[in-house]
Structures are given as C-alpha cells and as structure tokens.
C-alpha cells in the first residue's frame, strides 16, 4: 500500500533522513518509532508531499507522490502535526469548510462519521470550547471523511488523558478490523505502539534501525533478568554459549540454549548467582537494545 524508498532530507545543511526505506502492506497497522527529532514527522511531511525530499521516492498504491502527488493522495487521510480549526465556528462548519477545499462536502457522510467518533453532541458547538480530546475527534472526523484507504497519524495520542488514549487506539483497531484499513502510527510512546501496530519500523538520527513485525519480539531469542556479583568475570561466559548481555540486568541466548548450563558455569568460575528469571522481550526493550547498540557504535 505504501513503498518508501531511500529517502534523503537536510534542513539547512543538517541531515534530517539518511536513506530511510519501509513498506506498509495493506490493511496493517505500521509504526513509526523514534526519539523527538528522528525524522518520523520529515517522513509523514515527505509521504503526503508538504516536504520534498533531497532523494528518494514515496508510492501509494503504486503511484508516486513526487510525480502525481494529486492521484497517490486520493484515498489518504492524515492529522499531521498539530490540528488547526477556525475556533470562532462550529465543528460542523470547520468540516464544511475545510472539505470543500479538497472537492466538495458530502453531508450524509460527514453526519454518520461525526456520529462514528462520538461528536454528535457537540458538533454545532464552537470549536473554541472544545476540549484537546474534542479536537482530535474533530480532527480524525475530517480525516476519514474522504473515505480513505491509508490513514496517516503523526502522533495523535499527545497531550491525551489515558481516557482518551484508549478510546483513540480501540477505534484506529476497530477501522482495520471492520474496514481493513491501512494506517501509518507516528508516535514515540513504546506501549501505544506495542498495542497498536502490527509492525513496527524505528528511527534513529534519521536513520532507519529497526523494521519487523512486533508479534516477532517474542519468538526471538531467550531474554532472562539477573542478579549476580560480577559481570565483568560473566561476561566472557555469556559469550562461550553465544549469549550478550544487551542491558546492564539482563543476558540473551540463543533459543535451544539450555539456561541450566549458564548457571552451571557461573558456578564454577565462583560466581555468585542471587536470580536468573526469564522474561519476556518487548517492544522497550527493544528500543532500548537498539539505542544502547548504537551509542556503543559511536
């Protein structure tokens, strides 16, 4: 459904995108991951072409947004960055306006898509007295209205209560499930991510890092926490049995390494060995792995 393909960007001379690639299939929902300032918005801004990049190329459907922004953007909706409304009119009119600009307002469907995300109350209410909740609902309404096939999120979950976070992520899960949409997540929250998305791609430095399915996380290798006196002497051990000891408390093995013999050599070497739990891999640790790896790097 979307192809991003070796994106470049610089913003006065500072590399903003180095050769970020990823695809979205159709009909999952696919984060984007990263650290303020690792080019997840330059991406978004890049896929719905308000940013052009230095080199690359973005495809929706199979139709370039560099050569035919018009044509790749039919079937789109985004919340890009913050969402803006004339506060001095009402929902209804803001949608009314603001849809004519992209070729005409539909009544009926602006009516059963208001109703969809819960606004029907207060949509002829001023917008000015709308609470950040009520403007990302007004802001997801305008978005669907073109009755899209991809949906673009550029952190839509920011600023939410945990209220509004969870009727946010039920809903984005309710569009793919009863509509088989296509959403790209932009967000740096590890948990809304983890609970989102089918797969997940991470940014670094505006570096791509990280792309694969986050059902994979835990089909990897054995993860387990630890308490022991040295890992300095560990160390060399963890190694033998092809094991790495990603963060400060924790050692990874190769799936089919018998744990039993690890502590077994810990024993040996005389050293004292307080826990050894097995836990399982998520999305943060992860992103923590990938982090430390990378400064490690430098």
């Not at 190769?254 to 744990?259: A, I, L, M, N, T």
């Amino acid at each position: 459904m979307l192809e991003i393909r070796g994106l470049c960007k610089s913003f006065g001379g500072k590399p903003a995108l180095a050769d970020v690639s990823f695809s979205v299939a159709r009909g999952e929902i696919h984060g984007l991951l990263g650290h303020n300032g690792a080019g997840k918005s330059a991406t978004l801004g890049i896929i719905l072409g308000m940013v052009m990049p230095d080199a690359g190329d973005v495809t929706i459907g199979g139709v370039s947004v560099l050569s035919d922004r018009s044509r790749a953007l039919r079937k789109v909706g985004a919340i890009f960055e913050a969402s803006a409304f004339y506060d001095y009119l009402s929902g209804w009119e803001n949608l009314r306006l603001l849809m004519g600009y992209s070729g005409g307002f539909d009544a009926a469907a602006a009516r059963e898509t208001v109703d969809l995300v819960g606004l029907s109350k207060r949509i002829h209410s001023k917008v000015r007295t709308y609470s950040h909740g009520m403007r990302q609902r007004l802001a997801l309404a305008q978005s669907l209205l073109p009755a899209p096939e991809l949906l673009l999120l550029d952190e839509p979950t920011d600023g939410l209560d945990p209220e509004g976070i969870k009727w946010f992520r039920d809903f984005i899960l309710h569009l793919r499930d009863e509509r088989g949409m296509t959403v790209l997540f932009n967000s740096h929250l590890l948990a809304e991510v983890e609970l989102m998305c089918d797969r997940v791609a991470i940014l670094r430095d505006g570096k791509r890092v990280f792309e694969g399915a986050v059902g994979g996380l835990y089909e990897d290798d054995l993860m387990f926490e630890a308490v022991l006196d040295s890992w300095e002497r560990a160390r060399p051990l963890i190694r033998v049995m092809g094991g790495e000891i990603p963060t400060p408390d924790r050692i990874r093995l190769p799936r089919g390494v018998d744990s039993a013999a690890l502590v077994e050599s810990f024993v040996h070497a005389g050293i004292r060995l307080r826990s050894l739990a097995p836990v399982r891999r998520s999305l943060e640790d992860l992103y923590m792995e990938i982090l430390n790896g990378a400064e490690s790097q430098k």
